[in-house]
């Protein structure tokens, strides 16, 4: 995609002259940022497994499912701070617009005073242990989070794609590294929580340390406070439908099974949510990196969205039926042999690391990279409403079939097979039917 000039300010004119387009040392930065941060995701894993009490590892990995579904919801605040500074780069407004920085500053306390006050009602139920200490690591972790994607999103829209991949690279590298060394040390749960939400911290660093990351803090967007309030809320509404059905998934999977800690039951969803982890990776990351071009391609072929994503979504398959074949092959040993059950959890363990299992999760991750995909096409053609619909159906859906009378195990593989498909079917009608009234 073609990208416009971007202005810098007076102060900054030790910076490099702008780039009309994002050049290929740029891409790999970014492509390394986002592989630096799915590695660090899996690693986390790891390192919890093994540092932790078999009892803590499912206490854990809800945590980690929770901070990261509030996390993706706040997401959304980048993709409307990048609209805006750079809509303000390319047309300066007559009268200055609001600050994506202050205005995501008001949205995450608020954000964290919603989480604080629900939370008699569902903390007790997720989290049994130390729930004070993880409500309000939660509550401050929002706080400045909210920020950080702000940073990042004003960073993409004044075209300093270094900087954006300083944060997100450099945040995946401070959680693994702090995670590593509290569990080498420690290897409690508050520790390891504190670790994970410690890389929040990292635009204060920055702006402290960056006369770039200080320009950028403090971009100003198209329109007023108001304006930019309401889109960043509408930015967000969309982001925490598609957070629910990734990062939030284990919690839907905690919620209907009701395991208490410790138990067989317990260790069973532990180590499924391991395995859908570790499945998911191998083809988030490539994709991840593919939503750029694929926006490009999607935005010159809106009059034909079905004959457009068919190629896409074709690699996306041919990768997911390669990747299942292996985890049927090597997928149990592997598995086994990165989170290496203690003795109590052997049984529990074996249940999960099954071949058909593992290449059924492993294809589930295909089809859930579909619904990414044809999220990105609805998107690129301006289908906010089909977007929405499309992810918020996918994630009803795939709640409701998680309460089925099944095995867990049954009823998580038919969730992850029936929702996202359901959603990624709204999505190409949607497209088809746009496609056909604009003709």
């Not at 986002?34 to 499912?58: E, G, R």
Request: aromatic share 8%; with cysteine.
């Amino acid at each position: 995609m073609v990208k416009q000039q971007s202005k810098e300010p007076p102060a900054s004119t030790d910076q490099p002259t702008p780039q009309t387009s994002i050049t290929r040392k740029e891409s790999s930065a970014i492509l390394g940022a986002s592989v630096l941060s799915a590695l660090s995701a899996f690693l986390a894993t790891v390192i919890a497994k093994h540092a932790l009490p078999s009892a803590d590892v499912p206490e854990f990995l809800v945590f980690w499912a929770l901070l990261f579904g509030i996390y993706g919801i706040i997401g959304g605040i980048a993709s409307e701070a990048t609209r805006a500074v750079g809509a303000a780069q390319l047309n300066p407004p007559a009268t200055p617009g609001a600050r994506p920085a202050v205005i995501a500053l008001g949205i995450g306390l608020g954000v964290a005073i919603i989480v604080t006050a629900t939370s008699g009602i569902w903390i007790h139920y997720f989290l049994s242990q130390d729930p004070q200490f993880t409500l309000v690591a939660i509550a401050l972790a929002t706080v400045l989070y909210a920020v950080q994607v702000a940073l990042s999103g004003n960073a993409a829209g004044q075209k300093k794609w270094y900087l954006m991949a300083t944060i997100n690279g450099g945040e995946a590298t401070w959680r693994f590294v702090s995670m590593l060394v509290v569990g080498l040390l420690a290897g409690y749960l508050w520790g390891l929580e504190a670790a994970v939400i410690s890389p929040a911290l990292l635009w204060i660093v920055l702006a402290i340390c960056s006369s770039h990351a200080r320009s950028a803090l403090g971009a100003r967007g198209d329109v007023p406070a108001k304006t930019l309030t309401i889109n960043t809320l509408i930015a967000m509404g969309s982001a925490g439908a598609s957070a629910a059905l990734t990062t939030g998934f284990p919690l839907m999977m905690k919620a209907t099974e009701g395991a208490s800690s410790g138990t067989h039951s317990d260790m069973v969803l532990g180590a499924l949510i391991l395995a859908i982890s570790i499945t998911r990776s191998p083809i988030m990351i490539p994709l991840q990196a593919f939503q750029g071009v694929a926006i490009s391609l999607f935005i010159k072929h809106q009059h034909r969205p079905l004959q457009a994503i068919a190629r896409p979504a074709g690699a996306l398959l041919g990768v997911g039926a390669i990747g299942a074949i292996a985890a049927y092959l090597i997928g149990p040993f592997l598995f086994l042999a990165i989170y290496h059950p203690k003795p109590e959890e052997t049984v529990a363990y074996q249940e999960v690391a099954q071949g058909h299992i593992l290449a059924l999760l492993t294809f589930a991750s295909a089809i859930m990279a579909l619904l990414v995909l044809s999220g990105t096409l609805v998107l690129a053609t301006n289908l906010h409403r089909i977007y929405i619909l499309g992810w918020v159906g996918a994630a009803c859906i795939s709640l409701g079939l998680l309460f089925l009378p099944l095995p867990l195990m049954v009823r998580v593989l038919i969730s992850l097979f029936v929702g996202p498909l359901s959603g990624f079917s709204i999505h190409l009608i949607g497209a088809w039917l746009n496609a056909r009234v604009s003709r």
